[in-house]
């Protein structure tokens, strides 16, 4: 193994306003570079930027709004990507864009670069989201696996779920390494009377959606689980932080519902504070291969009620509970935790939190590039 190594990480599809993806990004480079090597992440935006930061060099260079997707940008200038790889000239490649980006792939052959592929999500499963049949969705997405098996030196999936579409195919270059949650930045200590009293009346439930408002991530479950908890005679109100293309569409769905859209929430202990402050945290998303928010709340002490079609009940484990992708089946679940001793769901909702620090994450991923740890990486990293 290599002793320092310069990382370079390619990713479309990141805006300032984005969650998971960014989220990880972010701690995986700063946990790079203090295990010791040199992470560099390329990502698009407005204009050329280049700067240094605590996860390490973050380069930015011109991409194009993508229509419909409430702010993604991505890199379609292709000779602009490679004369920018050429220049770093990277020991190692790692992708987090298995479409756009996939092209990368032959470029690290090329130049003889041991290339990685994250699965970040599953491919059928997207393909499902967005209204094809499962027959085509899984033929479709067999397809572009074989090629990105065969393209990239090793896929890396985040959990055995996101694993089985590669398993499926045969590919034999798939490596597991979860992703991890900031342990000391979201603490059951964050939860404020305050912030509950905002949003909901005593006696109230308070469920919070922390999502990426798009097709793929299902948001309108959550307010199919409200509705049908109201009809139930449950006094709930739901918070949605999250913004995307589908938001004045479900703005104007829930007119007339106890629901609060905040938007996009930039700020960490904002939306900590939040997590911790709920009872219950929906995560109806069905083609989520790991679950960056659910498990920021659990880590917060709140129980999550996620879709059963996704990686989340790998992720929840006893934590939580899962649901059939309807609103009603969301709505059993969310009764099902609050039959629970609230210090009872709380308590187990940390403890699960606390088997995915980023220790694990950085370590896996730097395994992942054949890559030391020069000193012990401290929990919480970022």
Not at 168 to 180: D, E, F, K, T, W
Not at 336 to 356: Q, V
Request: charged share 25%.
């Amino acid at each position: 193994m290599s002793e320092s190594l310069r990382i370079v990480r390619l990713a479309n599809f990141v805006a300032p306003a984005s969650g998971g993806l960014r989220t990880a990004l972010r701690e995986l480079g700063t946990g790079f570079q203090r295990a010791g090597h040199e992470p560099v992440l390329v990502v698009p935006g407005e204009r050329h930027t280049d700067r240094e930061t605590e996860q390490g060099r973050v380069i930015t260079l011109p991409g194009p709004l993508l229509p419909g997707t409430g702010g993604y940008r991505v890199l379609t200038d292709k000779r602009r990507v490679a004369a920018l790889l050429e220049s770093l000239a990277p020991d190692r490649l790692e992708v987090s864009d298995r479409t756009t980006l996939r092209w990368t792939g032959a470029w690290a052959r090329r130049a003889r670069v041991p290339a990685v592929m994250v699965s970040h999500e599953t491919a059928d499963g997207v393909l499902r989201t967005w209204g094809l049949s499962e027959r085509m969705a899984r033929r479709a997405a067999d397809a572009l696996n074989v090629r990105t098996a065969h393209t990239y030196s090793k896929v890396v999936c985040t959990t055995e779920f996101a694993e089985r579409e590669f398993v499926r195919i045969g590919a034999r270059n798939v490596v597991r390494a979860p992703l991890g949650v900031d342990l000391v930045g979201r603490h059951p200590a964050l939860r404020d009377q305050a912030v509950r009293e905002r949003h909901a009346r005593v006696g109230d439930v308070l469920l919070v959606m922390c999502s990426r408002l798009s097709v793929e991530k299902r948001p309108g479950t959550a307010l199919d689980a409200l509705e049908a908890l109201l009809r139930r005679g449950r006094r709930a109100v739901l918070v949605v932080a999250g913004d995307g293309p589908l938001r004045a569409r479900l703005e104007q769905r829930a007119r007339g519902l106890p629901v609060t859209f905040l938007g996009h929430v930039g700020d960490r202990g904002v939306l900590g504070a939040l997590q911790a402050s709920a009872d219950v945290c929906l995560a109806p998303g069905p083609a989520e291969t790991f679950g960056l928010a659910a498990l920021e709340a659990m880590a917060c002490g709140t129980p999550v009620v996620a879709s059963a079609s996704s990686a989340l009940p790998e992720v929840v484990g006893e934590a939580g509970a899962t649901a059939a992708d309807s609103g009603e089946s969301f709505a059993d679940a969310v009764e099902l935790l609050l039959a629970l001793p609230e210090h009872e769901r709380r308590e187990a909702a940390r403890a699960r939190a606390e088997c995915f620090g980023w220790t694990a994450a950085v370590e896996a991923f730097l395994a992942a590039h054949d890559a030391t740890v020069r000193w012990p990486v401290r929990e919480g990293v970022g």
